[in-house]
C-alpha cells in the first residue's frame, strides 16, 4: 500500500522550476531515502509532503487523500527540518506540551521514557541549546508524538556518532513495531545505505531513479576485469561506467552478477570478479548517466 | 475546540496568549501613563468629569497610542509569518491557516483590549475615575474596543501583505495615512498647476482616521459641547458633564472597516505562499503593483519637496506655476518616479542590478504623469476658465486681503455678473500672476477670493487669485507688478472694476451693518474712531453709546446712502495715501442679551473725506490729529531671538506680540502688521497654515492647568488677548486677513478657544 503519493507535481518559484512533473510513491512501512545533487528539488519536495507548499500542478497525497491544508492528514505527519524552529523563549517541556496538544497520537508517557535516551535539560531554554542538542530534542518530540509518517530534512546533521545511531534505532524500533513510514533527506549516503529499503533520486525537480535499495542493487554491478593482450571487450554491453589502470579496468553495468559474468566470459577475461554497488556508487554513477558526472579538472 | 474544518483553533489561541503577553503589560503602560499626564487637564479651562476627559482624550491622542500598540501587537502575534522556518513549522502543523491567522488575531485583540482594561483600572486605583458616570465609563470602553477593532484589522491585513517583519510598520503606515497623504499632495500639485485652485474640501481625510481623529481636532467634533451649558454647568458644579458624543456612527463605520480587512487578510492568507516569508511583497499579485506605487510615491514625494523647497509654495494664495516651473517639477516628479519605481524592483528582486530590464513599466508610468501634468497644466479639460452659470449662482462671496475682512457677499443679478467679469478678467491675465514670482504676498499682492453659491447654500466654485493689489503695488518705483503703468498699465481691467464693486450700494449696506444683531440704540454698545499715519495710530477718540447711535443714524446711513462713506479705495490715483497706511477708521460694537444668552458684533469701516455728514460730526467732537508719534520698527526687527520657547500656533502670536510688540510705539494696525510677520516667520520655518491652526487648537485644549508656568502665561496671554482683541482694529476682526488659508470653521472654532481661554484667566480660574 502507498502511504506517500506525488503525481506529476510542478511547482515554480518566479521562473525557476523547483519541481517539474514529479511522480514519487513511498509504501507504508518503507524508509524512503529522497536524494539528489544540490537544488534538485528534494526540500520542495519534503515542504510539499508536509503540507507547507501547495503544488502549483499534479497531486501531493497520504493515504490517497490531499495533504495540503487536511487536518485530519497533517496529524498523522511528523517533519524535522535540517533546521528545527521552537518559539522564542520555549522550553523542551513547552515544546512537549504544545505537541502535545497538536497532535492526537502524543505519547506522553513516551515521552517521560525518553528522556534517558535523550541527554537534555528539558526545562532549559532551547535557544541555549547548541545545535545538536536541538536537533535531539526535535527527534524526541518526533517520537513521542507516534506518526505515521516523519519526515525527515538532513536529520543527523550535528548529531554525534553516537546518537546518530541512538536516534536511527529509535526510528527504527518505530518503523518495525508500528509500520511508521520515513521519508528522509540526506546527502549522507552512507549512513542511508544502512537504514533504506526505497531510494528516489531526483534531479532538475524530476525523478530519475525510484527502486527498492535491494532492486537498485540487484541491477547494477561492478565488474573488475583483466583482458588477454590484444582482446577487446564485446559490443553492446550496457556499461554505466568505465576506468583503466594498466590492463585492470573497472566496469560499472546495468544487470545482475550473472548476467555481467555472462556478457564478458566471450572476451576470456584472465580476471573476473563482481561486487554490489554501494548507495552513493550509485548515486553517482545513476547522475553520471544524466550529465551530472565527477568532472575531471586539471587545476 | 479541535480544528478541523474550524476557523478558529484554541489550542493557537492560548498558545499565543502564553507567547506574546509581555505586549499587555507594555501597552498598558503607555496607555496609563497617557491617562495619567491628562489627568485632571481642563478643556478650552473647563474641567470636565473624569470619563468625559477621558473620552476626549481616548478620541485624539488615546487613537494614536492604540495605533501604534496594535501596530506592534501585529508584529509579534503574527511574528511567525515573517520567517522562513517559522512559517514553515506552523504550515506543516496540523491547523488550517485561516485557523491560525484569526487564532493569533483574536489573541492579538484580546491582549490590546486586556491592556486598555488594565491600564483603566490602574488608573481607577489612583483615583483617577473619581466622579465618573458608569455609563461614560462603559462608552470609554466601547470607543477603545472600536479604536482596537479598527487599528488591529488593517495591521492583521499588512502582516498578510508583507513578508518581511521590518517591512510590516511601513506598509501599516502607509495603510494608515495614504489617504490623506495622496490627497495633501494632490492637493498642493494641483493648486499649482491649475491657476485660481484654492480652497477644495478636504474629502479623504476621514479615510485615514489616526490623521482624522487625532490632527484634524475631530474630538471636538465627536464631542459637541453647547457652551450655554457648559457655562450653566460650571457656575453650579465647577465641572462640565454636558457634551453629547456625536461620533458612534463614525466609530462604528470604522470598526466595520477594521472587521473587513481582518477578514480580507482571513481570505488572503490561505493565498498567501509560504515561501514569501521574509520577502517584502508576500502576494504574487502585489509584486506587479508594487513599483507603481512606489513610483507614484516618489513622484509625489520630489514633487512636493520641490514645490516647498526650491518655490517655496506653500499651497494657497502663492503665484501659481509658470511653464518652465512646472516642466522642472515633472522632472523631479520622474526623478521621484524612479527612485520609487527602481527602489521597488530592488526590494523585490533582493539585488542592486536592477537596471537591466523593467524599462517598460517606468516608460508607461513616465508618459502618464506627462499626460497628467502637462494635462493639467495646459488646461485640457477647461477647469481653470470654468465659470458658473450665472442664472445659478445665487450668491457670491467676495474677499480681497486689502479691502479687509469679512467677504462681501453679493446677492444682487447685477453685482453677480460684474463678479463673473472680473474673474474673466483675472483668468486673461493668468500669464502676469504666474511670472510674479517674487512677489512678497504681504507687501505687493493680495488675495481675491470667490466663493460661489446657488440658492441652497452649495459651493459651486470656489477660487483664489494672487493679485497686485497690495500697498506696494500702488508705486511704479521698482516694482514691476505695480498698477500705475509698468505692469497692467493704465488699462488695468481688474482693479477698478472690483473697486467699483466694492463700492455698490449693496457692499456698503453690508459693511455699515453688523450679521447677526439688528442696528438700535439698545445694541450699540461705544463707538471708536481713530486716525492712522504710516500704520501709526496718531489720534483716536471714543465716544459713548447714545453719541454713536446718532453719529450712525444722523450720519452715517445718509452718507452711506449716498456712497460716500465705508467705501473701498483700491486704485492707486483715489487715494495714495491709504497705501502707506494712512486713513481714517470707525468701530462700533454691538450686543443683545444678557448672561448665557449674550451675543455681540461689529462692524468697522473707511471714514474719508467725502463723507460729509460724519465728518463734520466728527470734527464737531474734537476730532483732530495731536500728539507725536515714535516710529514702529520693522516686523524684521522686532522678530528677535530673545524668545527661545514659542507656544505653538496662534498662542505663540499672542504670546510674543505681549513679550516684544511695544503698544506705545504702534498702533493695532502694527499688530495686525506683527501677526501677519508671525504667519510668515511660521510659514518660513515650514509651518503651513493648516499646521499653524492645528496647534493652536492643541494648545488651547490640552495645556497644563496645574503649571504655574501656565498660570502666568495665560495672565500675560490675558494682557495680549485683550489688547488684540478688544482693539479698534484688533486681531479677531482682521480674523479672515491674518489666518486666510483657514476655511470659516476653522477661524472659528481657533479664536472661539482663545476667547475661552482668555474668559478663563479672567476669571483666574483654570
Known amino acids: 500500500m502507498n502511504m506517500i503519493e506525488l503525481k506529476a507535481v510542478t511547482k515554480r518559484f518566479g521562473k525557476a522550476t523547483a519541481l517539474d512533473a514529479l511522480d514519487l510513491t513511498v509504501p507504508q512501512g518503507a524508509v524512503y531515502a529522497l536524494i539528489g545533487p544540490n537544488g534538485a528539488g528534494k526540500t520542495t519536495a519534503i515542504r510539499h509532503v508536509t503540507g507547507m507548499l501547495r503544488p502549483d500542478a499534479g497531486e501531493v497525497l497520504l493515504s490517497g487523500e490531499p495533504i495540503f491544508e487536511n487536518v485530519p492528514v497533517k496529524e498523522r505527519i511528523y517533519c524535522i527540518p535540517d533546521e528545527p524552529w521552537y518559539f522564542p ?43 545538536g542538542q536541538k536537533k535531539q530534542a526535535a527527534f524526541w518530540l518526533a517520537l513521542s508524538a507516534r506518526p505515521e509518517v516523519l519526515v525527515l530534512d538532513e536529520p543527523v546533521d550535528g548529531l554525534d556518532p553516537v546518537m546518530r545511531r541512538q536516534v536511527w534505532s529509535l526510528i527504527m524500533e518505530d518503523v518495525a513495531e508500528d509500520e511508521m513510514t520515513v521519508l528522509v533527506s540526506s546527502h549522507n549516503l552512507r549512513e542511508l545505505e544502512d537504514v533504506c529499503d526505497h531510494v528516489g533520486i531526483l534531479q532538475k525537480g524530476r525523478c530519475i531513479l525510484e527502486k527498492s535499495v535491494a532492486e537498485l542493487q540487484g541491477s547494477t554491478v561492478k565488474v573488475v576485469l583483466a583482458l588477454p593482450e590484444g582482446a577487446a571487450l564485446p559490443d553492446g554491453l550496457p556499461i554505466l561506467h568505465r576506468s583503466e589502470a594498466g590492463r585492470l579496468q573497472t566496469l560499472i553495468l546495468r544487470g545482475t552478477e550473472a548476467e555481467a559474468a555472462a556478457l564478458l566470459r566471450p572476451a576470456g577475461p584472465v580476471f573476473l570478479e563482481t561486487q554490489p554497488l554501494t548507495l552513493e556508487e550509485i548515486f553517482i554513477y545513476e547522475l553520471g548517466g544524466v550529465d551530472y558526472a565527477v568532472k575531471e579538472l586539471l587545476l | 475546540m479541535r480544528s478541523k474544518n474550524s476557523c478558529f483553533d484554541i489550542r493557537i489561541f492560548g498558545n499565543a496568549l502564553r507567547r506574546y503577553w509581555p505586549v499587555y503589560p507594555a501597552a498598558a503602560g503607555v496607555y496609563l501613563y497617557d491617562m495619567l499626564t491628562r489627568r485632571g487637564s481642563s478643556w478650552y479651562g473647563i474641567m470636565e468629569t473624569a470619563d468625559l476627559s477621558l473620552l476626549r482624550s481616548t478620541l485624539s491622542s488615546g487613537s494614536r497610542l492604540i495605533f501604534i500598540a496594535a501596530g506592534v501587537m501585529a508584529m509579534a502575534v503574527y511574528s511567525w509569518l515573517f520567517f522562513q522556518r517559522s512559517t514553515a513549522y506552523a504550515a506543516a502543523l496540523p491547523v488550517r491557516r485561516e485557523a491560525q491567522y484569526l487564532s493569533h488575531m483574536a489573541a492579538g485583540f484580546v491582549l490590546l483590549e486586556a491592556a486598555a482594561l488594565m491600564a483603566l483600572l490602574l488608573f481607577a486605583l489612583t483615583g483617577g475615575l473619581r466622579g465618573a458616570a458608569p455609563a461614560g465609563l462603559l462608552r470609554v470602553v466601547a470607543v477603545i474596543t472600536l479604536l482596537n477593532v ?36 494632490a492637493r498642493w500639485i494641483a493648486q499649482f498647476l491649475v491657476f485660481g485652485l484654492s480652497g477644495q474640501r478636504w474629502l479623504f481625510t476621514i479615510l485615514s482616521p489616526v490623521y482624522y481623529l487625532r490632527n484634524a481636532g475631530q474630538a471636538d467634533f465627536l464631542l459637541e459641547t453647547n457652551w450655554q451649558e457648559v457655562y450653566r454647568g460650571y457656575a453650579t458644579s465647577n465641572v462640565l458633564s454636558l457634551a453629547a458624543f456625536r461620533g458612534w456612527p463614525l466609530l462604528l463605520c470604522y470598526g466595520a472597516a477594521g472587521v473587513l480587512f481582518a477578514a480580507l487578510g482571513t481570505a488572503l492568507i490561505r493565498r498567501r505562499p509560504m515561501e514569501n516569508a521574509g520577502n517584502v511583497v508576500a502576494l504574487p499579485g502585489l509584486r506587479r503593483l508594487f513599483p507603481w506605487g512606489a513610483a507614484l510615491a516618489g513622484a509625489l514625494t520630489l514633487g512636493l519637496l520641490t514645490l516647498k523647497q526650491i518655490f517655496r509654495f506653500s499651497g494657497y494664495l502663492n503665484v501659481t506655476g509658470s511653464f518652465s516651473k512646472v516642466m522642472l517639477l515633472l522632472l523631479a516628479m520622474i526623478l521621484g518616479a524612479f527612485t520609487g519605481w527602481f527602489g521597488a524592483q530592488g526590494l523585490l528582486r533582493k539585488t542592486l542590478r536592477v537596471f537591466d530590464r523593467s524599462w517598460g513599466g517606468f516608460a508607461v508610468f513616465c508618459a502618464v504623469l506627462c499626460a497628467l501634468v502637462l494635462g493639467t497644466e495646459l488646461d485640457v479639460t477647461g477647469s481653470e476658465k470654468r465659470l458658473p452659470d450665472a442664472e445659478r449662482v445665487a450668491s457670491v462671496s467676495v474677499w480681497d486681503t486689502y479691502a479687509g475682512a469679512p467677504a462681501t457677499v453679493f446677492e444682487e443679478p447685477e453685482n453677480i455678473r460684474s463678479v463673473l467679469e472680473i474673474q474673466r478678467h483675472v483668468l486673461e491675465s493668468k500669464e502676469l500672476f504666474e511670472n510674479a514670482a517674487g512677489m512678497d504676498l504681504s507687501a505687493q499682492g493680495g488675495a481675491l477670493s470667490l466663493v460661489y453659491c446657488d440658492e441652497n447654500g452649495r459651493t459651486l466654485l470656489s477660487r483664489a487669485y494672487v493679485a497686485p493689489i497690495g500697498a506696494m503695488a500702488w508705486s511704479s518705483a521698482g516694482n514691476a507688478y505695480a498698477t500705475d503703468g509698468n505692469a497692467f498699465g493704465s488699462a488695468n481691467p481688474v482693479l477698478p472694476e472690483l473697486e467699483r464693486l466694492m463700492n455698490t450700494p449693496e457692499a456698503i449696506r453690508k459693511r455699515i451693518l453688523p450679521r447677526y444683531i439688528a442696528v438700535s440704540p439698545y445694541t450699540i454698545q461705544a463707538g471708536y474712531v481713530y486716525r492712522m499715519e504710516d500704520y501709526v495710530t496718531v489720534e483716536d477718540l471714543q465716544f459713548t453709546a447714545a453719541e454713536t447711535w446718532e453719529l450712525y443714524n444722523q450720519c452715517v446711513l445718509p452718507d452711506a446712502e449716498e456712497g460716500t462713506v465705508a467705501t473701498t479705495r483700491l486704485c492707486p490715483a483715489d487715494d495714495p495715501g491709504e497705501s502707506r497706511g494712512t486713513f481714517t477708521e470707525l468701530f462700533i460694537p454691538f450686543s443683545i442679551g444678557y448672561g448665557d444668552d449674550a451675543m455681540a458684533d461689529y462692524i468697522y469701516f473707511m471714514v474719508r473725506p467725502e463723507a460729509a455728514r460724519t465728518v463734520a460730526w466728527l ?14 520698527p520693522e516686523p524684521s526687527e522686532i522678530i528677535s531671538e530673545s524668545v527661545t520657547v514659542v507656544l505653538p500656533g496662534l498662542a505663540g502670536l499672542l504670546e510674543k506680540v505681549y513679550l516684544e510688540y511695544d503698544p506705545a510705539a504702534a498702533g493695532t494696525v502694527g499688530a495686525l502688521r506683527w501677526t501677519r510677520s508671525m504667519l510668515e516667520w511660521y510659514s518660513a520655518n515650514g509651518e503651513d497654515p493648516f499646521r499653524v491652526y492645528e496647534e493652536a487648537k492643541l494648545f488651547a485644549r490640552t495645556y497644563d492647568a496645574e503649571a504655574g508656568e501656565f498660570r502666568q502665561r495665560m495672565e500675560q496671554l490675558r494682557t495680549a488677548g485683550i489688547r488684540l482683541t478688544t482693539g479698534s482694529a484688533g486681531l479677531v476682526q482682521d480674523r479672515g486677513r491674518n489666518t486666510g488659508a483657514w476655511t470659516e470653521d476653522m477661524v472659528g472654532e481657533v479664536f472661539d478657544a482663545i476667547a475661552a481661554g482668555l474668559a478663563a484667566a479672567e476669571r483666574n480660574d483654570y
Do not use: H
Not at chain 2, 170 to 179: R, S
Not at chain 2, 619 to 632: D, I, M, Q
Open chain 2, 619 to 632: 470734527v464737531e467732537r474734537g476730532f483732530a490729529v495731536t500728539g507725536t508719534v515714535r516710529a514702529e
Open chain 2, 150 to 185: 479598527l487599528f488591529f484589522g488593517p495591521a492583521s491585513l499588512c502582516a498578510v501583505l508583507t513578508g518581511n517583519i521590518l517591512i510590516l510598520p511601513a506598509v501599516y503606515a502607509v495603510f494608515a495615512y495614504a489617504a490623506v497623504a495622496l490627497e495633501a499632495s
Open chain 1, 89 to 131: 523563549m520555549a522550553t523542551t517541556r513547552d515544546m512537549m506540551e504544545f505537541t502535545g496538544r497538536m497532535y492526537p497520537r502524543f505519547d506522553a508517557l513516551r515521552y517521560k521514557r525518553l528522556r534517558d535516551a535523550f541527554v537534555l535539560d528539558e526545562n532549559r531554554p532551547l535557544r541555549r541549546l547548541s545545535r
